[in-house]
Structure formats: structure tokens, C-alpha cells
């Protein structure tokens, strides 16, 4: 049985997806797969000023809301927000997601333009989250700004955005988070990354190696992370999606608690079983993989089944 915590909806005029995604198929999937219930994410934002914006992010929650309303054991919902650089629209869209939606959580990008999750700008919508002890669902992209997949000279008809650009901009985000403090500041939100943290799992160890160059040294990252960065790390949550080979699995459980591991599986950009296959081929005991596969998804979203 699982949980699974990555799940897109593919809502009419959204990104890319299966051209036959359907509730009814998704579920006649789920039930295949042995996944009993999802929190899906209607997806990113894409308008042309604010206004549309507002009037997008509605459209995609209510479309959302409708799925999780005909199928109320088998659904969740994040619901997506307007970009954050639009934070009375945010704080609008918070407040009917949560209030009249009853939304499970809200689903953010890792940036928007180049501005990231830790900028000063955004403290009121983080505040707000932290008020309501929200989950909150970060998803990479590679849109805008100066990480633009376009600009970057690997980039070919077959190698996208989500090959590179996605994990590191996952890390980017949480470094961001952290040297912001809103980490430390919001303690209430409950974090969830993507593709088990992306590239900064395996980063984490470079930074902390940091207090030995002679430009940084323990004071000032100290100064930088008063808690320790890998403190600040094990705290948040991570689902595994793409990151299931038993080398990945091992190093993010050697740096959280088992309790902040979750299954996704990045459907359907990815087949439910392929995440469900390559995640019984691991060599977990028993406990740890009830944890993983459902229990600590459980206890995140209390009225859904496990």
C-alpha cells in the first residue's frame, strides 16, 4: 500500500502530460500500482500579468477540489498559488484553498524569475503558511531568469530542463532557505522536496566541509546557519520520486530520520509502477518501508486512508 505525495492533475491548458490523463484512468492506475490514495498538485501558474494569474490559480484548484471531491478517499489536493512576486494574490489564494478548498497543502515553485523561496519579499506569505502549519509541497522548474534551460549549452533536442536544471534548483532553493533563515524563522511549515532533495543531498557534505576554507571557517558558517546546516536538512521532508537507486536512498536516510521520507512518483510523467517497482527493490525492513510507502504520509494528511 501507498501514499503517493508527487502526483500531477493534468488541468486543461497545463503543462505536458499523458494526452489520455483522466481521473477515472489515474484511479483504474492507482488500484494497479497498489497506491491508495494521492495528493495531487494542479500544476504551476503560467499567466500573462496578475490578473490572469489570479483568475489561473483559481481555475486549477477548483478544478483540483472537483477531483478530490468525487473521489475523497482516494485524493488530496496542494493547491497552487499565484507567483509569489504577486503576494496579496498568494495570501488571497492561501485562504480559499485552505478555507473554502480544505486543501492538504499548498504546492510552490522553487523560484520565480530569480527570485527564490528565501527572498525578503515573500516573508508574508510565509508567515501566513507558518500561521496555518501548512505543508507545503516545493516543486523545481527551470522557468525564467538566469536558470533558464535555454541558456545553458547542454541543453539538446532530447536532454530538457528536468535532467539538471530541476535537482539543482531544488538545492538552490533549500541553500536559499536556509542562509534566509525562514527556515528557522517558520518553523511550522512542513517542507516537502522533490526527488529527495535533489542535488543538495549530495552537496550537504561539501557544505559543512566548508568550515575548514580559509575564506569561510566554522565562525561564519556558524554565522550562516546558527543551527547546522545538517540540522536545518533532517527537519524538512523529502519525497523519493527519481530517487530510489539503493546508493540515493542510502545517503538521504543516513541524513534524516526515516520519518521525513515519502513516496512520490512524479506521475504521469512517470508511470505509478515504475516508482513502486524500483522502491520494493529496496532493502528496507519492514518497518521503515510501511514508514516510507504510507505511514509518514498518514501522518501529514490524517483524513486520507493507511
Known amino acids: 500500500m501507498y501514499i503517493d505525495v508527487h502526483h500531477h492533475f493534468n488541468a486543461p491548458g497545463g503543462r505536458s502530460g499523458r494526452p489520455d490523463w483522466s481521473p477515472r484512468s489515474t484511479v483504474a492506475a492507482m ?14 501558474v503560467v499567466a500573462a ?8 490559480a483559481r481555475f486549477l484548484n477548483e478544478f483540483g477540489a472537483g477531483i478530490v471531491q468525487d473521489h475523497p478517499t482516494r485524493f488530496g489536493l496542494f493547491a497552487s498559488l499565484p507567483p509569489l512576486t504577486d503576494v496579496e494574490g498568494a495570501l488571497h489564494e492561501i485562504a480559499y484553498a485552505f478555507d473554502q478548498l480544505q486543501a492538504d497543502g499548498i504546492g510552490l515553485l522553487t523560484h520565480y524569475g530569480d527570485t527564490w523561496l528565501g527572498d525578503p519579499s515573500f516573508v508574508p506569505v510565509f508567515e501566513e503558511l507558518n500561521r496555518r502549519a501548512a505543508v507545503v509541497f516545493v516543486h523545481p522548474t527551470a522557468s525564467g531568469g538566469t536558470c533558464a534551460c535555454g541558456t545553458l549549452g547542454y541543453q539538446t533536442a532530447d536532454v530538457s530542463q528536468a535532467w539538471l536544471e530541476y535537482p539543482f534548483n531544488t538545492a538552490r532553493t533549500i541553500l536559499n532557505l536556509m542562509v534566509a533563515g525562514t527556515l528557522r524563522r517558520f518553523p511550522d511549515i512542513r517542507f516537502i522536496f522533490c526527488h529527495g532533495g535533489g542535488a543538495f543531498t549530495a552537496l550537504l557534505s561539501r557544505i559543512t566541509g566548508f568550515k575548514g576554507w580559509f575564506e569561510m571557517g566554522q565562525e561564519r558558517l556558524d554565522a550562516l546557519f546558527p543551527r547546522g546546516v545538517e540540522a536545518e536538512f533532517e527537519r524538512l521532508h523529502f519525497e523519493c ?9 542510502a545517503l538521504l536516510r543516513s541524513l534524516v530520520p526515516t520519518s521525513q521520507i515519502l513516496f512520490g512518483t512524479d506521475f504521469d510523467r512517470f508511470s505509478l509502477q515504475h516508482s513502486v517497482e524500483q522502491f520494493e527493490q529496496l532493502d528496507l525492513s519492514e518497518d521503515v518501508r510501511s514508514a516510507i510507502a504510507y505511514g509518514n504520509a498518514r501522518r501529514l494528511f490524517s483524513r486520507l486512508p493507511g
Open 241 to 249: 520520486a527519481q530517487a530510489y537507486a539503493p546508493q540515493n536512498m
Open 31 to 44: 488500484d494497479a500500482a497498489g497506491v491508495c490514495a494521492a495528493i495531487g498538485w494542479p500544476g504551476p
Open 49 to 56: 500579468d496578475a490578473a490572469s494569474s489570479r483568475t489561473r
